[in-house]
């Protein structure tokens, strides 16, 4: 059977796209990754999608957009092994979980995020850039001061906005402390949608030992710090432990940039 023709278009390490790399590795799906960076991302993809949000899935002629319409269509068309539990009522709230944490929590961790890493321009160019040359890096980092203030406005990052998200990370590393059971499963007692979407959202306040998520050392203090700070909460400890367990290595065939 040839290789299925299934490309992801993503920004590296983001959250919204992990839950998407996790999901084809996960189902040893071989795909290839296009890497874009924010900012000259927005063309590429507003003519791909009439949006300019990353992950896009192509698979095979079809284009789609958004990690919770992407991991459907996996579902779909590589329902083994399967992600989304058989039982309605347990889909049904492993959905509502992920909503959740795709509309609410995921936000408020990458404002909190952008919060300590905007002011740190060198090492965002590491983070999104660090796959190209340095040509293209130096292009980079003399276009980040006019990206930079239209990412602070998209993401809301702002003191007040900030101090207003800690409590919703809060009450989401609280919900998964409460609600894993089994193989710390959150529903129906085995590893599926809900862990990899809550997992995938929260990474980026446990910076899991992975290749895909974590970002590059040294990090700035002030990164070095909010990781510490969150580090102490034990639903940070869930988030190692999922990706411990279930995370695989990566099904990427050919990397490109
Ligand atoms: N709800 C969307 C959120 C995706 C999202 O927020 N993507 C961000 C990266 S983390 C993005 O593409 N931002 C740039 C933009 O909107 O132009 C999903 O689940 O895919």
Do not use: C, F
């Given at each position: 059977m040839p290789a299925p023709d299934v490309e992801l278009i993503q920004f590296r390490y983001s959250p919204y796209n992990e839950k998407v790399r996790?999901?084809?590795?996960?189902?040893?799906?071989p795909h290839t990754r296009r890497s874009l960076l924010?900012?000259?991302?927005?063309?590429?993809?507003?003519?791909?999608?009439?949006?300019?949000?990353?992950?896009?899935?192509?698979?095979?002629?079809?284009?789609i957009a958004g990690s919770a319409r992407i991991l459907e269509a996996i579902e779909e068309r590589f329902p083994d092994p399967p992600l989304f539990p058989a039982d309605p009522d347990e889909r049904a709230r492993a959905l509502e979980i992920q909503s959740w944490f795709d509309d609410d929590v995921g936000p408020c961790v990458r404002r909190a995020l952008f919060h300590v890493m905007l002011p740190s321009p060198d090492y965002l160019v590491r983070v999104f850039a660090g796959h190209r040359g340095p040509g293209m890096q130096r292009v980079?980092?003399?276009?980040?001061?006019?990206?930079?203030?239209?990412?602070?406005?998209?993401?809301?990052?702002?003191?007040?906005?900030?101090?207003?998200?800690?409590?919703?990370?809060?009450d989401g590393l609280d919900f998964v402390v409460k609600h894993a059971g089994p193989d710390a499963a959150l529903v129906g007692g085995a590893f599926g949608v809900a862990d990899l979407a809550v997992a995938s959202i929260l990474a980026p306040l446990a910076d899991p030992p992975h290749p895909d998520m974590a970002r590059p050392d040294p990090k700035p203090e002030a990164l070095v710090r909010f990781l510490r700070e969150w580090a102490r909460h034990p639903g940070v400890a869930w988030v190692h432990e999922t990706y411990r367990r279930h995370r695989p290595g990566s099904a990427e065939a050919t990397a490109t940039a």
């Open positions: 996790w999901a084809l590795d996960w189902k040893r799906i924010p900012g000259p991302h927005a063309p590429v993809v507003l003519r791909l999608t009439g949006r300019t949000e990353v992950p896009v899935l192509r698979l095979g002629g079809e284009v980079y980092r003399a276009m980040l001061p006019l990206v930079m203030p239209i990412m602070r406005r998209s993401m809301q990052v702002n003191a007040y906005q900030v101090e207003r998200s800690a409590a919703s990370i809060r």
